[in-house]
């Protein structure tokens, strides 16, 4: 097609051209013009009539026992029309409830919504106020006192696992490979995944290394902050507004916690500003719906950064060890980790996923793995793209380095040598389908970066691979045509990072249609069918395919319009390049355009619907390549250089995979570099705002470069497998392996900020 | 079920029960809370950032040449960011579109958006300003030099028709039956339907009268005026928020006269303070469209009553003759009609409808009716409930009623001798299918009020049928299957008399699911499948329809998740009050709730669409009975007692079915005592305000008894006729019969006010 431009250049394809129309272009992003003009709708910006400001009061202790709230202060403030304490929240039981994203304890949401009795970290939400103004709101939550007897934090994953150590929980119980314990601690649950025997394994190696890992509480640091503005209605149902990755799961939560059925809630999900796994808990949505149903009138609530830091939940700080084994040929035998990740206040740390994709990259016959879910006095954990995957792969993949380094092997031949393959397993069980690690391997290899010569001092190039698993779930889709032959694409998924422009091309290839012709729009959880968050990099994957069977069911009933107005029976009619044509009368053709123009003549309106829970899921695999320059007096490590090649399956939309593997090293790069939760000796949080948590700018980044590989996913029409996560696997190892062919040093601790690399180099 | 109330004690039915769950009963609206709260959002609710207020010049004259427009000085005044005349629209040719609610020539259309040219009536939009707030906008327009060449209006139908009179479009050529002429006149079309031979038909009659009425032109005088905010967005696309009765009939108009692929506006459907059929033509939404694309800002319109008085389309004054004849039993054998209908100042007035109704409740064999279209210096008229078919009854049915007296029966009897039963032919064609004319004519007979004796000086009683075609058209629906076993049900019609409610309960019923349990929701031009617009009585019957076959869709694809859940195949389950049934162990059973809490697990969501454009639409009849007392002194008519019975085919919800009768005869009510345009000589209207324009309010009025009579309609799956329109028919001719038989004076114009009242008793 003539207004479609292919871009194929950056991409190495089975096939030289992909066979597709619209899957592969680059078209404008439907929400884009929205969105550069200012035009688009974020929480912020909802205005209510009557509509009151809520403020949150955070605790200013990490640990400490709530002895009591007196909010008759703020009450007698003028203009304060409601407050509100954990009190006002249900009594829930300690049911774990899976509301579409992992297993959530309800009793923990709430208390974490509110605090009860307790408050478990520095920020933790105590009350709440609404107010005529968010001045006057300011002002009331001052006015609440708090009595506390204040605790001894716990702060390090290690010093919480401590015997004797102070208790987040005094009646938490671990729950040991399946089973409930008697044992209290802070240990949440230890999880374990075995394949064949490590010990025997081991026996087998002529090399073995053991090395142990830190990494630091990071925050994913999405440039908008929580919203939420609720507005509870006169028959006891509540509408909410907000900023989510996923307006079903919002409703979900909302409806446990205030105990309402879910069709008493509304969940409409506006423009959102990055949540990268972040926007998925809820935090103030029912704290305003509390708040708008003792005030009567609706409340709105917005965080300020310094809330988003203290008050939501980063990815964990994690303790590592990894111990591997290969023989003198280069060949893996055996891999032994200890992942002990913090979760925070609250268990449901992601290192159950840290465990399972710590080794995945590689086939090795013998795996034991060992997790631990710990709580201590920080913000509850919530998923941060791949969730435990970086950690994870910062510990193995850096002793891959060493491994290689010690056999003497360049460490791509070494990963191309031990990579997985269709048909291996994972130490959790699954056989890999057709994946495609060993290609981005080999691209990474073939690439210009990988043989470019580096010189000069302190400078030096590293490698590191990266793999998540992606997820399915469930989405919804509905495709209205329009009379002049355009299509509108109802859909639930909150487009982050151009879901709308990805789903509609999938809707418009089935068609014939440009990828401009289908107008997608984001329905509420009232308009659209239920549809999970957008994360686990499922929303090109799974509403994607949503979009392509209800373009399919559009094309069946367009079909049979055609058959009608040729008066031939449906089998008769052939559609395709958005033309039917009669099999009786080949001559004779049609276009979509005129016969959606004769739909009143022809029985009415035609509307496609699909709903899916696609199991096919496609894994993903990334293989990155840095250069860098590390500064011997300053510490200062600089990128000089980089480039992310990653296995797509198929690139729907080859600038937003290469946007959403960009965005994902760049994230990486501050991880590995500069971000963490500093905290003083009462678990104080002491940078929590964007001035002294220091995440990456442009002038800190080189130009990424991007390698799409694109190996079908077998599981999918079009062979998506899922973008989003993996690219945030790799940098801190690839990084940590770079610094070391630099100064000589590895780093296993993380950020490896200046003051770390100094310290290192005085080691030296 | 326990908790629903069925209430049968005023419907005649021919089921003592109806055998239905859930229609027939009367749930409260679902949107009534949202109403009564002030929610709900109405157009003029709609706030933008940087919005503007607009505010149209309107004409002064009735009948002008416009020689120059100066816009200087309004553009000069600081806060003005636009302002606009014809000259901004798109030239359009004189096409003829189907717009989806009858052909409009789209450049009439235009130039009622705004005067070309020619100024056609008092009120006529000149230019529109948008400036920064409404006060910077009125004093804007007041800055406009116009200079016009003021011309002699024409107001009077039967005067415009005459020769040599000033003619409205000098290049206006009659279209004669079905024919282009060359003859240039305010007449714009003369149709004409035959049956039999009436010239034979009235050598048979023994009683033959003929009588001539005319009718006033009166306004739907919804409470909410018009309001338009619209947006044109920098990609070129524009959204329009408005009072509409049908999102994509103002998308299609809208679109037309900017000349706009449909794909590029987007409508949405604010909620609807009535709209009666005036609110289908657009009048301010391009205006604000082309406002906002020349200021690059949102643009709010919103008229005043005055407003609407003078510059939205009432419904025509007419004029009529109707000749009828009858043998001495009192059969009708030959009926002749003459109606000429002011279209305003375009061509298009209802008098094909008109001719359509006049005799359609009798079965007579022979019939000539002549219908004239003429255009006159007054707004251009547009669709009122049931559009001209309640001047039509006027004359037809006192007519009846003389010579009823003078055959010396009983009116109701005379009806029930001549009345329209199936396969009885209309004159324009169609046979009846299964009606329910009889039935009412029989149980307003039946009724306590037809033989409550009525004493007292000057009282008397009157009865009057009245008949409607209905319409059918296109709709769409989309439903979806929430955790909790409710449904949220999506479709696009604009809720104006419960439809949210009726189209709901369709959609319970098929699942046996309660009122409440379904949740509806009106989408926009984008989030739903195209429907037309709510009018037409088509909106339970079309939508509602569209409703059933969604929840049919659902229904089928929840038997499937059963049979997955039980391992069985779909042909074994069984599915009855919302419980499926395994056939192969009929012990094992799960309610609707407990499947649609395991989607996830079988398969992921459940969605049901559907559109129709179904074909059986059931006609509408309505008989009235009504007491009246007249002041000899002061002419007033007060109102004694009032019995509409009308044939709803099957009442969803028996409560909006009265609602709707109650509405029609309380406007027929002011449409036969008070309401009419008023005019100076100068053609200008002078009682533009709801002080001098009188519409009945609750103190002019008794309680409306209303009875519902069930005769189904074989064309819908519940029987749905559609209810809305046909009970404004009867009124003014039941009234008129009734001030007969209290002061022994037929009267033939309406209104029928004090004044008239006395100028005709004092020629009697």
Request: charged share 20%; with cysteine.
């Amino acid at each position: 097609m003539s207004n479609t431009v292919r871009s194929t250049t950056r991409t190495v394809s089975k096939k030289k051209t992909n066979g597709y129309q619209v899957i592969g272009t680059r078209p404008i992003r439907h929400d884009g013009l929205d969105k550069v003009t200012g035009r688009a709708l974020y929480g912020a910006d909802v205005r209510l009539s009557g509509m009151l400001h809520g403020r949150i009061l955070r605790s200013p202790h990490a640990h400490a026992i709530i002895k009591s709230i007196d909010t008759s202060g703020a009450e007698a403030l003028p203009g304060v029309k409601a407050v509100v304490t954990a009190r006002d929240l249900p009594a829930l039981s300690d049911k774990i409830a899976d509301l579409g994203e992992g297993a959530v304890n309800l009793r923990d949401l709430s208390t974490n919504v509110l605090a009860a009795g307790k408050v478990l970290y520095h920020g933790h939400a105590v009350a709440a106020v609404a107010a005529t103004s968010p001045h006057i709101a300011e002002e009331a939550i001052q006015l609440i006192r708090v009595g506390y007897e204040v605790l001894q934090p716990v702060l390090d994953v290690r010093a919480a696992m401590k015997p004797g150590v102070p208790l987040l929980h005094p009646t938490l119980t671990m729950e040991s490979l399946g089973k409930k314990t008697n044992r209290v601690s802070n240990v949440a649950s230890h999880s374990q995944m075995k394949k064949g025997d490590v010990a025997r394994g081991f026996q087998k190696a002529d090399v073995v290394l053991e090395r142990e890992f830190q990494t630091a509480t990071v925050h994913q640091g999405y440039i908008e902050p929580h919203n939420a503005t609720a507005q509870w209605n006169a028959d006891g149902s509540v509408t909410v507004w907000c900023s989510t990755q996923g307006a079903f799961i919002t409703r979900s939560q909302v409806a446990e916690l205030l105990k309402l059925p879910v069709s008493r809630v509304r969940v409409v999900p506006m423009e959102i500003g990055g949540g990268f796994g972040g926007k998925i808990q809820v935090y103030i949505e029912p704290v305003a719906a509390l708040l708008s149903r003792a005030a009567g009138r609706p409340v709105q609530i917005t965080m300020s950064r310094a809330e988003v830091f203290m008050g939501t939940g980063p990815t964990p700080g994690s303790y590592i060890r990894v111990k591997m084994g290969a023989t003198g040929e280069g060949r893996l035998v055996a891999a032994e980790a200890y992942l002990a990740y913090e979760a925070g206040a609250f268990p449901g740390s992601p290192v159950g996923a840290g465990a399972m994709c710590i080794f995945a990259p590689y086939n090795i016959e013998n795996v034991l793995i060992d997790a631990y879910d710990v709580v201590v006095n920080k913000p509850r954990t919530s998923a941060y793209r791949a969730p435990g995957a970086t950690n994870a792969a910062m510990a193995s993949e850096t002793v891959i380095d060493e491994l290689a380094e010690q056999l003497r092997m360049d460490p791509l031949d070494f990963r191309l040598k031990n990579g997985a393959q269709e048909g291996d397993t994972r130490a959790d069980g699954p056989a890999f389908a057709r994946i495609g690690y060993l290609e981005t391997v080999q691209a990474a290899k073939a690439h210009a970066h990988a043989s470019a010569p580096l010189e000069g001092r302190c400078r030096g190039r590293g490698v590191a691979s990266g793999f998540w698993m992606n997820y399915g779930g469930q989405s919804s889709a509905v495709a209205n045509v329009n009379p002049d032959g355009t299509l509108t694409l109802v859909e639930g998924s909150t487009d982050i990072g151009g879901t709308r422009a990805s789903a509609a091309m999938q809707a418009a290839e089935v068609l014939g249609l440009r990828a401009e012709e289908v107008r997608p729009l984001v329905g509420d959880t009232e308009s659209i069918g239920y549809t999970e968050v957008t994360g686990g990099s499922r929303t090109t994957f799974a509403t994607g395919w949503a979009a392509y069977e209800a373009a399919q069911d559009v094309k069946r009933q367009m079909i049979e319009r055609a058959a009608k107005l040729w008066e031939i029976t449906a089998a008769d009619v052939d559609f395709a390049d958005a033309t039917f044509t009669n099999r009786k009368e080949p001559s004779k053709k049609m276009t979509f355009k005129e016969v959606a123009a004769r739909l009143g003549e022809t029985g009415g309106p035609v509307v496609g619907r699909a709903a899916v829970h696609p199991s096919g899921v496609g894994v993903a695999f990334a293989t990155h390549v840095v250069d860098v320059e590390v500064d011997p007096d300053t510490g200062k490590v600089t990128l000089l250089r980089y480039t992310a090649v990653q296995d797509a399956g198929r690139a729907i939309h080859p600038s937003y995979v290469e946007g959403q593997m960009q965005g994902g090293v760049v994230q990486g790069i501050g991880w590995a570099l500069n971000e963490e939760y500093a905290y003083d000796g009462q678990g104080r949080m002491i940078n929590a705002s964007f001035l002294d948590y220091r995440m990456p700018t442009s002038l800190d980044l080189p130009m990424i470069d991007t390698v799409i590989v694109e190996v079908p996913n077998p599981g999918h029409p079009y062979g998506v497998r899922g973008v989003g996560e993996v690219p945030i696997v790799p940098p801190p190892a690839a990084i940590a392996n770079a610094i070391y062919r630099a100064i000589g040093v590895r780093m296993r601790v993380l950020p490896m900020s200046p003051r770390r690399i100094l310290e290192a180099l005085g080691k030296a």
